[in-house]
């Protein structure tokens, strides 16, 4: 990825005893998917390939556009960009799912975001 947007048309959540993940798709394939573990409250993410790294230690969400700012490791196990844009091609109920996901899984990053409300920052 050379660090333009990648197109999001599918959106994902899922949650089990041990784990909550954020799956966000394009033509019918995973491309990122963002993960709490329960177990030590450990978030990761893991791309297309299988690789797993650190989940970002920053991210936006403004309208449609998601924004993931990784660590250079991080970056380079993922093959992802240190500052990783996803436009969000879904509808609003999706935006809200990844919103709330998010501010989960990503509760010790720092972030932007959009709210209903307003716009919060950590």
């Known amino acids: 990825m050379d660090g333009t947007r990648l197109r999001v048309d599918r959106v994902d959540v899922r949650q089990d005893d041990d784990e909550r993940t954020l799956i966000l798709g394009a033509d019918g394939v995973h491309v990122r998917l963002i993960r709490l573990r329960y177990d030590g409250w ?7 390939a ?6 970002p230690g920053a991210w936006t969400l403004i309208d449609r556009e998601l924004t993931l700012e ?4 991080a970056a380079a196990t993922l ?3 240190r500052d990783c844009r996803l436009h969000l091609d879904v509808d609003e ?19 932007v975001v959009d709210t209903a409300e307003g716009r919060i920052t950590s």
């Open 42 to 48: 450990v978030d990761e993410v893991i791309n297309s």
């Open 50 to 55: 299988g690789s797993a790294a650190p989940g």
């Open 70 to 73: 990784f660590g250079e490791r």
């Open 79 to 81: 093959g992802f960009p």
């Open 93 to 111: 109920e999706a935006i809200r799912r990844v919103r709330a996901a998010l501010l989960e899984i990503l509760d010790c990053a720092c972030f």
